[in-house]
């Protein structure tokens, strides 16, 4: 089992950037399909962002109609790390981030890295 140590998060004012990092201890070149989840206060953990390992034709990566066009998801395999890059970052952006996998199904979580966008 694959251990994630998600970094990287803060505070930021609305409209600016963060890019989040996820550390595996051991290869996720393996691992069909890497995502970002997200859980804001009081709401359940949602899905953000997910990568594939390999392009296909239907693309390698989606992304929730509420981060589309904001959030960039990126995987290298040869640092077993995924990334989140996040641009023009809105109030309901503020959320506990975690990566883990998605296919396979996610089993154990890590702590998660907090970001606080202000108004």
């Known amino acids: 089992q694959v251990q994630l140590v998600e970094s990287g998060g803060g505070l930021v004012q609305a409209g600016g950037s963060l890019r989040l990092s996820c550390a595996a201890s051991?290869?996720?070149?393996?691992?069909?399909?890497m995502g970002w989840y997200r859980q804001a206060p009081g709401k359940q953990r949602e899905l953000v962002a997910t990568?594939?390992?390999?392009?296909?034709?239907?693309?390698?990566?989606y992304y929730a109609d509420s981060v589309k066009g904001r959030f960039t998801i990126s995987r290298d395999n040869a640092k077993n790390t995924v990334y989140l890059q996040m641009n023009s970052l809105k109030p309901e952006d503020t959320a506990v981030y975690y990566c883990?996998?998605?296919?396979?199904?996610?089993?154990?979580w890590g702590q998660g890295t907090q970001v606080t966008v202000s108004s």
């Open positions: 990568i594939r390992r390999t392009i296909t034709s239907a693309g390698s990566t």
């Open positions: 883990n996998t998605v296919v396979p199904s996610p089993r154990n």
């Open positions: 051991g290869s996720i070149f393996s691992i069909n399909t």
